[in-house]
């Protein structure tokens, strides 16, 4: 079992930075691929960037590519989504998941376990 608590949203200024955190709790989360999705009023949930359980390997959505970073550390049951030059476009809540012994999806049915969500606004 993985509980997974997002934070870091908040309003920000297009342009700007923001950096989210996913705090997992149990003794798997070294064993999870880890995804951050997000999903916009009136769309579906969509999938952001993904790291393997090493994090050895990551992947990202084209329209984040370049702009955000997501990262881990197994040691703090923690994974980053380091999120620059954001665009209001960006603007939705955002989802950690992990899925235990898998790779990594990006579709959200392949994950087990999910956040409650951040919100993250961007403003023009």
């Known amino acids: 079992q993985v509980q997974l608590e997002e934070s870091g949203g908040g309003l920000v200024q297009a342009g700007g930075s923001l950096r989210l955190s996913c705090a997992a709790s149990?003794?798997?989360?070294?064993?999870?691929?880890m995804g951050w999705f997000r999903q916009a009023p009136g769309k579906e949930r969509e999938f952001v960037a993904g790291?393997?359980?090493?994090?050895?390997?990551?992947y990202y959505a084209d329209s984040v590519k370049g702009r955000f970073t997501i990262s881990r550390d197994n040691a703090k049951n923690t994974v980053y989504l380091q999120m620059n030059s954001l665009k209001p476009e960006d603007t939705a809540v955002y989802y950690c998941?992990?899925?235990?012994?898998?790779?990594?999806?990006?579709?959200?049915?392949?994950?087990?376990?999910w956040g409650q969500g951040t919100q993250v606004t961007v403003s023009s």
């Open positions: 790291i393997s359980w090493s994090g050895g390997n990551t």
């Open positions: 998941a992990a899925d235990l012994w898998g790779s990594i999806a990006t579709t959200p049915t392949s994950y087990e376990y």
């Open positions: 149990g003794r798997s989360f070294s064993r999870c691929a």
